[in-house]
């Protein structure tokens, strides 16, 4: 299996997919680099992955502390995950990527596209805010029974509606299951990491993802953040929860690759 083992010995897992037929496929394209969320790991990206590489080759890697990746028990911070992926991009030797992030992997996005502006082609940030500090809330935490939290995902109409659907998605998910302590560590990354006051620093084309039901992360963040980001395009999923892209793979892979053939055209300039 693929692993890239950073300076600090944690080896991280990923995978390169590209189903382009050879015919139609341009020249050495910028790569979509695909940051998952919090506890998440590639098999979650598995509605979207055959879409996605059928249009253009895709990296995908598991955070620290996620899925098949290495789990130590160190702190973290934003930076880290930042550092990490360029390191797997230096690895595949990658200049520069379209970032797509959700939640947690859309503020690693986010620093990416702060810090390291050379490396980013264009910006994907779904279902996230960007800060705790600032970050509208939800108007009241979700209702779920206790036994069943995953279920604060996914808009209350698609887990009442498509049970199969979000069983199977748990099933995949329990396959490599996330330890107390990673969740902990990666959580509190997130919570000391803030960018509200930065977003207008942002200088290449970003698309902004959110479902208008997430019940995690208020839509009102995904607003503002394409208020604040210059030239920003927002999309909002109708009916969508925090895992939209589970829920509504179709739409969600429709709107992210319009939006880099539209960079990749030129259509779209850096702000």
């Not at 390191?87 to 379209?98: I, Q």
């Not at 970050?135 to 887990?159: E, I, M, N, Q, T």
């Not at 109708?238 to 939006?259: K, N």
Request: with cysteine; net charge negative.
């Amino acid at each position: 299996m693929p692993f890239l083992e950073r300076h600090d010995g944690c080896r991280l897992y990923f995978e390169v997919h590209d189903q382009r037929e050879p015919s139609t496929a341009p020249p050495d394209p910028s790569p979509l680099l695909l940051l998952e969320g919090m506890g998440g790991d590639i098999p979650g990206w598995r509605r979207n992955l055959p879409h996605l590489a059928a249009r253009l080759p895709v990296v995908a890697y598991d955070f620290r502390g996620n899925g098949r990746s290495d789990k130590p028990d160190r702190p973290v911070t934003i930076t880290t995950f930042v550092r990490d992926s360029i390191a797997l991009l230096d690895f595949l030797g990658v200049a520069r990527s379209h970032v797509y992030g959700q939640s947690l992997g859309g503020m690693v996005a986010l620093e990416m596209a702060l810090t390291e502006a050379a490396r980013v082609r264009s910006l994907i940030l779904a279902a996230m805010h960007a800060g705790s500090t600032g970050a509208p809330l939800p108007g009241r935490w979700p209702k779920v029974p206790k036994d069943k939290p995953y279920l604060a995902l996914y808009s209350d109409a698609f887990a009442r509606e498509h049970p199969d659907h979000v069983a199977e998605d748990i099933l995949v998910g329990s396959q490599n299951p996330q330890p107390p302590y990673a969740g902990r560590l990666q959580w509190e990354a997130a919570r000391a990491w803030d960018a509200w006051d930065r977003l207008s620093r942002v200088a290449c084309p970003t698309l902004i993802l959110h479902g208008t039901e997430d019940r995690l992360i208020a839509v009102e963040n995904a607003r503002r953040m394409a208020a604040a980001i210059p030239g920003a395009e927002l999309v909002l999923l109708e009916g969508a929860g925090h895992v939209y892209h589970s829920e509504q793979p179709a739409a969600a892979d429709g709107a992210v690759l319009a939006f880099r053939s539209r960079v990749e055209a030129g259509a779209m300039n850096a702000p």
